[in-house]
């Protein structure tokens, strides 16, 4: 991306620090040489495993912003080279018929407030938004065996059919979108990443909740967790996840939209690897794991347009699991 300040490869702004996607983020930012710039809700919480990561001390500044305040994000985004974009609002009422209008207009707004920042600064050269798979996959349509980036989530057949999270879905599909256009329109590189379920290894000292569902099994969800696997889960590595945004920054050909998905697995056989790899964690019955197809029939994600970049995906499922539960034991889950 080129340099500014001081630093060989600049300054770049991760919004959402303390997020399991992004403090990874940041430090692979960090041990890659660039400087940091983050933004988290509030300041008066525990940032210590982030001010704490090798090179933090030196290349690392934390500043308060919030999606609700759209004009917040200026400060940090001022100077910086590139912006990932990660920050999305997490507290929508899981499982609520209700779709919750104001949330995802804040989500929305949060995520052209931080464009706006960089068109301000005058130095952003590249803005990288997280996406989501729940951005492709709801169409209606019966369901694509596979799908890529020209599949959008139909917002209006999310609205009539409410799947789990329908305004998580809802506020996922059209801030991306909104970035894209207003991209488009003002001339600012914009490229999504369209992450599938991340997985792996964890370094805040509290569970991520974005992980519960993924872990159900193992740390002994109730039924509706486990309930919660589509017919064919789609996972990346959180070390792949974090290793695309960064390529996708530097590669001077990214462009658009990329699906990034290393795996996909049913649950029958997730739960079958899970009793194989680790049957010291007694594994519940797996309850009606036989019906849970016609839960949500789940397309493989294309990473194609990914790989044909140029990018490699480094980690399996063993990796993820492994990962995640030695983390779980870290702060006592297991």
């Known amino acids: 991306m080129g340099e500014n300040g001081d630093n060989g490869k600049g300054t770049v702004c991760v919004t959402g620090g303390t997020g399991f996607l992004a403090s990874w983020l940041i430090m692979k930012l960090l041990e890659d040489g660039y400087s940091v710039n983050t933004t988290v809700r509030s300041?008066?919480?525990?940032?210590?495993?982030?001010?704490?990561?090798?090179?933090?001390?030196?290349?690392?500044?934390?500043?308060?912003?919030?999606?609700?305040r759209p004009e917040s994000f200026q400060a940090a985004v001022?100077?910086?080279?590139?912006?990932?974009?990660?920050?999305?609002?997490?507290?929508?009422?899981?499982?609520?018929?209700?779709?919750?209008?104001?949330?995802?207009?804040?989500?929305?707004?949060g995520t052209l407030g931080v464009l706006r920042a960089a068109v301000g600064s005058k130095?952003?050269?590249?803005?990288?938004?997280?996406?989501?798979?729940?951005?492709?996959?709801?169409?209606?349509?019966?369901?694509?065996a596979v799908v890529d980036?020209?599949?959008?989530?139909?917002?209006g057949f999310v609205k009539e059919s409410k799947p789990f999270g329908a305004s998580y879905v809802i506020s996922k599909t059209l801030a991306e979108?909104?970035?894209?256009?207003?991209?488009?329109?003002?001339?600012v590189d914009v490229v999504t990443v369209i992450t599938s379920w991340i997985h792996g290894p964890f370094l805040s000292p509290q569970f991520p909740e974005t992980l519960?569902?993924?872990?159900?099994?193992?740390?002994?969800?109730?039924?509706?967790?486990?309930?919660?696997?589509?017919?064919?889960?789609?996972?990346v590595h959180v070390d792949d996840a974090a290793s695309a945004h960064i390529f996708l920054m530097e590669h001077r050909n990214a462009k658009g939209r990329y699906i990034?998905?290393?795996?996909?697995?049913?649950?029958?056989?997730?739960?079958?690897?899970?009793?194989?790899?680790?049957?010291?964690?007694?594994?519940?019955?797996?309850?009606?794991?036989?019906?849970?197809?016609?839960?949500?029939?789940?397309?493989i994600l294309s990473s194609k347009k990914l790989l044909d970049m140029g990018f490699k995906f480094k980690y399996g499922l063993e990796e993820m699991f492994d990962g995640a539960i030695e983390s779980c034991r870290r702060v006592g889950l297991l």
């Open 78 to 109: 001022e100077k910086c080279v590139g912006v990932f974009h990660v920050a999305h609002p997490m507290d929508f009422g899981e499982g609520s018929e209700e779709i919750e209008e104001a949330k995802i207009e804040c989500a929305v707004n």
């Open 177 to 187: 979108k909104a970035a894209l256009e207003f991209g488009e329109k003002y001339e």
């Open 212 to 235: 519960r569902p993924a872990m159900s099994m193992v740390l002994g969800g109730d039924q509706a967790n486990v309930m919660k696997y589509p017919s064919l889960t789609p996972f």
């Open 123 to 144: 130095t952003v050269k590249r803005v990288v938004v997280t996406s989501s798979r729940l951005a492709v996959v709801f169409n209606g349509d019966g369901g694509s």
């Open 260 to 299: 990034c998905s290393s795996l996909g697995i049913t649950p029958q056989d997730l739960h079958k690897f899970l009793s194989t790899r680790y049957p010291q964690y007694h594994l519940p019955y797996s309850y009606s794991l036989e019906d849970m197809g016609g839960y949500f029939k789940h397309p």
């Open 149 to 155: 980036e020209r599949s959008w989530t139909d917002v």
């Open 43 to 68: 300041l008066a919480i525990d940032l210590s495993y982030l001010t704490r990561l090798p090179g933090a001390s030196e290349r690392l500044r934390v500043f308060e912003a919030d999606l609700g």
